[in-house]
């Protein structure tokens, strides 16, 4: 330890006591972590302190413990991560919080290696499995998220026909794993008043029977969204109690100490009460949908600062949908189109007049609201940078971190234009080993390299972060670190070998640079002096093991402000 900082250690130490009264100074405990790798994340390259020292939820000293001790004396209470590695808690760059609750309570309907549904008919038997009285209870449906019509046997949708064997007196809705689709029994669409006579909504389409207007049980986009927090809201304080703790359990489990909320609609509700019952354990930054944006972002909860570990930070607005579910929006056809669709299908918009993208721009900028942006196909981001130019000409673009979300299939000149429109690029290179195999058939092999381009985006100067988007996938923090570094499919294929992230860099992605893009780098994402005491402590270290490791490296511990929250 430097000598001025070592007196400036003591000084402080000596001020705050000094400060406090002999009944603050009895309660005070300070913790020494030692014992294994304490990775700061500072710094370009790789940093490590032998001890941490914590006050009052803050980091307060860095150093060997030898100095410590020296510093603070016995007013310590020790403890030995052993052997275990310490980093800044994780903080997820793009996610959806609320939803977590129902892929930790609902039917576990993933593919493997998450779950066991890799067809339809064992897709069907877990539904079955999992109606039982006290699950139907919870919303009065059965429920489930995450089948994958691009990694199941069948290779399509489940439609009313397969659900109705589940059940026909109680009504089914799966949630496809991006979020974007669902399935629904007849007794669903009955009790969602869906019928041959009920039109595609604006941004969205019901699938329909062949030659007939019959619905046959799939929605996408805006036909399936609406109704998604409709039928997994429990009915009951009791139900709701169960859905959000497993849900944060989920997120500590995982190494969170920050999580946002992507995409908050009436859900943000039921977070507030969350916050004003005090049961938060961790950090939730919620960015509302732009059709809530007047309403809640003139509530005090959109602040800067957390209040019982809740806070609004922006808005949130969704031009197009899923590139594996063939909805993201391109200029190019898909080489493989969906059931009922023609070949020159490019997918869709969400909202298609670009004068009503430049008024939700326009009032973010107008209200200096920062806004996250869901764009994945080439043309909705295309959409996007010309939508928002005029904003930024208006209004100027001075720190406000506006965020592409996604970007699966953005292009090399779009890269350029978001550098010079300054706009964070949230990338997802979990979709290089769930989807890589999948993207190269529908849009083809040397496009199929290119998703997720982090490595360009960094090379050309734009700040990154990656994510989860959980529930998509698990918010399994060190699988996303795994991907961004490996970029192995399913199939063991490398999905553009140029596109890897040294696994530093993949982790810098969700921690310090995260932290920049949510405004809170001066309190998070880095373990230094005065900045939160939100550690994770993982049983091994990512930059000490083969790639291929990283993705089974498990979280130990998770400690928020101090308090242990989570304990493996």
Known sequence: MKPSIYIFSLLMTFLFITCQTKSDIDKVERQLYFGGDILTMKGDTPRYEEALVTEYGKIIFLGTKEEAIEIFGKDLTEIDIKGGTMLPGFID??????????????????????????????????????????????????????????????????TKEDLDKVSTDHPVFIIHISGHFASVNSKGLELLNITAKTPDPEGGLIRRIAGSKEPNGVLEELAAIPHMMEVITPKTKAGIQRFMEAGQEMALSYGYTTAQEGRAMQNHLALVNEAEKDNLKLDVVSYVDYTFMDEYLATEWYS?????????????????????????????????????????????PAIPNDEDVERIY?????????????????????????????????????????????????????????????????????????????????????????ISPTRTALKKGLKITIHTD??????????????????TSRSGQIIGNMERLKPYRALKAITE??????????????????????????????LKVPIEQIKDITVLKTIKEGEVVFNR
Do not use: C
């Open 304 to 348: 800067p600062a957390y209040k019982n570990h809740y806070r609004i930070g922006g808005v949130k607005l969704t031009l197009d949908g899923s590139p594996q579910g063939r909805t993201a929006w391109r200029t190019q056809p898909y080489l493989i189109p969906p059931d009922g669709a023609t070949n020159d299908y490019k997918g869709y």
């Open 362 to 450: 326009e009032t973010a900028f107008k209200n200096n609201w920062q806004i996250l942006t869901h764009a994945n196909g080439d043309a909705a981001i295309d959409q996007m940078i010309r939508t928002i130019r005029p904003s930024i000409e208006k209004y100027g673009n001075t720190d406000r971190r506006n965020v592409l979300i996604h970007g699966q299939y953005v292009r090399e000149d779009q890269l350029d234009s978001l550098k010079k429109l300054d706009i964070i690029a949230s990338l997802f290179p979990l979709h290089t080993f769930y989807w890589g195999d999948w993207h190269k058939e529908i849009i083809g092999d040397s496009l199929g390299n290119i």
């Open 93 to 158: 760059g793009h996610s959806h919080y609320a939803a977590f609750s129902a892929q930790a309570i609902g039917a576990q309907i993933l593919p493997p290696p998450d779950a066991g549904a890799n067809n339809i008919e064992t897709l069907i038997e877990i539904l079955k499995a999992w109606n039982t009285e006290d699950n139907l209870k919870l919303t009065g449906w059965i429920f489930g998220m995450g089948f994958d019509d691009s990694v199941i046997e069948d290779q399509r949708f489940p």
């Open 470 to 487: 959980a529930p998509v996938a698990l918010p399994n923090i060190m699988r996303v670190v795994w991907t961004a570094a490996s970029r």
């Open 513 to 542: 640079w995260s932290a920049y893009q949510h405004f809170e780098e001066n309190s998070k994402g880095t373990l230094e002096e005065g900045k939160l005491a939100d550690f994770v402590v993982l049983d091994k270290n990512p």
